[in-house]
């Protein structure tokens, strides 16, 4: 069963700054099959990046997703205040179970 | 386009729930669905997915055997029958649906409702 391990665990930042947040597999994972959400307080999650760099419908051009192999990576160029929430990866497609990551806590100073 | 889930509640361990999730605004049937599930201030897991039609079910190792998904696409419903309930079940559980339409491959989740509480206490 696939690992994800996300880093670091909080990310402090001012507006303007970049966010660059980690997913590291256990084993090698299909870039087609990697996708991020964001969370924020309350509410549901929110598809961000499918297929390890595609934006989902709606996401602003700031977020950005890259990697290969077991290291993904999802970039918020410049962080903006109401990007504060949690982010996960996930591993899904072909097999079970479908793996999320523990997340990263991104704040915004 | 929404997904709303009901039948969360208080229930003693050893229990049983059914929740449900009402989908409304696409064609239910031509997409897989999956049940996630929250402790609050914790991380996602995963529970179960349900293909389009209701003959490929997945579950999580932790509620394999007590846990049940299912469909009605008439009704564009998802069900979750949970059986013998455990403290450790306790969490907000939210209906998902795959951005794709179903084609046997599992896509990443590009709609979610807002989730219903399930409480499992003595």
């Known amino acids: 069963e696939i690992v994800l391990t996300q880093s670091p665990g909080t990310l402090s930042l001012s507006p303007g700054e970049r966010a660059t947040l980690s997913c590291r597999a256990s084993q090698s994972v299909s870039s087609t099959y990697l996708a991020w959400y964001q969370q924020k307080p309350g509410q549901a999650p929110r598809l961000l990046i499918y297929?390890?760099?595609r934006r989902a419908t709606g996401i602003p051009d700031r977020f950005s997703g890259s990697g290969s192999g077991t290291d993904f990576t999802l970039t918020i160029s410049r962080l903006e205040p109401e990007d504060s929430a949690v982010y996960y990866c996930?591993?899904?497609?072909?097999?079970?179970?479908?793996?999320f990551g523990g997340g990263t806590k991104v704040e915004i100073k | 386009v929404q997904l709303l889930e009901s039948g969360g509640g208080l229930v003693q361990p050893g229990g049983s729930l059914r929740l449900s999730c009402l989908a409304s605004?696409?064609?239910?049937?031509?997409?897989?669905m999956s049940w996630v599930r929250q402790t609050p201030g914790k991380g996602l897991e995963w529970v179960s997915s349900?293909?389009?039609?209701?003959?490929?079910?997945h579950y999580a190792d932790s509620v394999k055997g007590r846990f049940t998904i299912s469909r009605d696409n008439f009704k564009q419903m998802l069900y979750l029958q949970m059986n013998s309930l455990k403290d450790a079940d306790t969490a907000i559980y939210y209906c998902a649906k795959d951005g794709e339409s179903w084609n046997g491959v599992w896509d990443a989740f590009d709609l979610w409702g807002r989730g219903t509480m399930v409480t499992v206490s003595s």
């Open positions: 996930q591993q899904y497609g072909r097999s079970f179970p479908l793996i």
């Open positions: 297929g390890a760099s």
């Open positions: 605004g696409f064609t239910f049937s031509e997409y897989a």
């Open positions: 349900i293909g389009g039609a209701d003959d490929d079910t």
